[in-house]
């Protein structure tokens, strides 16, 4: 089966009713997780984007306190879930600020993190990567917001 593209599926649903665009939503929530958590996400927290990082940055934290920290390889994979979930919750908001945001929250649980991962150049390359990519977004902000996350992100590398 070939896949439509964007732009085709947007021509298409223009021709379509209300109720036909409900059971297309309500169809393509039931076959995946992340459909179901973008939908959720559109239409109860995207007018409350605080509220929104807020809770994701709760599910960070309960993450992190999760972690199996008997082995360097279950860190590993245990930041790197939280990572792929934090990324996830990124894309849904599409919003410059909150990807700064988590990715600080993120960047700070993971050095306050014990056993350090000052220990693992694994977790030290992740942490890096991160903080790289905090640089390059935050450039893209207004100046003001430039400057307090730059403040942050300096209070992280201390």
Known sequence: MKTAT??????????RSQSELLELCLSLSKFKKENKELLTYLLFEVS?????????KHEMSNDFEQINTKSYFYIKKSVRKILRNTKKYIRYSKKKETEVELLLYFCEELINMKPSIKYNVSLQNIYDRQKLIIKKVVSTLHEDLQYDYSLELENLED
Not at 6 to 15: I, S
Not at 48 to 56: Q, T, W
């Open 6 to 15: 964007v732009r085709e599926l947007k021509n298409e649903l223009k021709y």
């Open 48 to 56: 409350d984007e605080d509220a929104f990082i807020e809770g994701v």
